[in-house]
């Protein structure tokens, strides 16, 4: 059974639009083809 006090005591709002696009603009995100990317480029450099 759900206990919704408990639910509620920890629920938190998620980003509005704006807020979670700047937190993705402002932090160095790094996915895997950023990766990928970088060693190819340090491959064919050395």
């Given amino acids: 059974m759900i206990n ?3 639910e509620l005591s920890t629920y938190q709002p998620s980003l ?3 807020e979670a696009e700047e937190a993705i603009y402002n932090n160095d995100l790094t996915d895997i ?3 990928l990317d970088k060693i ?3 491959k064919k450099n050395q």
């Fill in 33 to 35: 083809s950023d990766i």
């Fill in 16 to 18: 509005e639009v704006d």
């Fill in 4 to 6: 919704f006090e408990k």
């Fill in 40 to 42: 190819l480029k340090d």
